[in-house]
């Protein structure tokens, strides 16, 4: 069974701190790690995905084998970056299913 | 405007009306799924379909049917509405393969009186 964890329902942060989303994982096999962004009002969209280990919009998120951990980064928080994220996991085999977190919603004060 | 579509947005209905959200994308992929998101923000997949099969079905009841008349649609039937039925529906598309994104619609709220 595919399982994802975010501890946090609420990080509420001041614009210029960092940010960490915590991401914890259960899964057998291989998987593969995704954070999705739903931003007010707007459809939920892809932030970013482990295999491409890239940064998007300053975020960054490195997939920990070890601690089953895929927890999102970001050096310093701005305002449009308020949201709900969800961190999401496909495991390899069962036809494209993601299992998302229960999300964490961000709020990014002034 | 290439994107994945769902018709209604809003839908108020009573216990016990059947009803159907519709689902269009023209992203040329071949597998799209519908999901269920509470009250408190939890989603959940319910549907998959691929190539006009069902490749996931997650334990929904079977009021819910899924019906894809070819790629580019997948519609969500729902007979017998219950109270607990009332959430936000999202439908998905992607290319087949688990690295691939999906591209999720806008969401059709329902609420069931």
């Known amino acids: 069974a595919q399982r994802v964890t975010q501890p946090e329902k609420l990080l509420s942060v001041f614009k210029g701190a960092p940010v960490e989303l915590k991401c914890n994982y259960s899964y057998s096999g291989s998987p593969e790690l995704f954070w999705y962004v739903q931003y007010s009002r707007q459809r939920l969209q892809l932030l970013l995905r482990?295999?491409s280990r890239e940064s998007i919009k300053g975020f960054t998120a490195d997939l920990n084998k070890g601690e089953t951990s895929f927890h999102l980064k970001k050096p310093f928080a701005q305002e449009e970056d308020s949201a709900m994220y969800y961190c999401a996991l496909s495991g390899t085999g069962g036809g494209n299913k993601l299992t998302f977190g229960t999300g964490t919603q961000l709020k990014v004060e002034l | 405007d290439t994107a994945v579509s769902q018709t209604p947005k809003y839908l108020v209905t009573q216990m016990g009306n059947d009803k159907s959200i519709k689902c269009e994308q023209n992203?040329?992929?071949?597998?799209m799924y519908w999901y269920k998101q509470d009250s408190k923000k939890f989603l959940k997949i319910m549907f998959s379909y691929n190539n006009k099969e069902l490749i996931i079905n997650e334990t929904v009841p079977n009021r819910f049917s899924p019906k894809s008349p070819d790629k580019a649609h997948l519609n969500l039937h729902i007979n017998s509405l219950e109270l607990g039925d009332s959430a936000v529906y999202f439908c998905a598309s992607s290319h087949s393969g688990g690295y691939n994104e999906q591209f999720f619609g806008p969401g059709t709220r329902l609420t069931v009186l």
């Open positions: 482990h295999i």
């Open positions: 992203l040329g992929h071949d597998t």
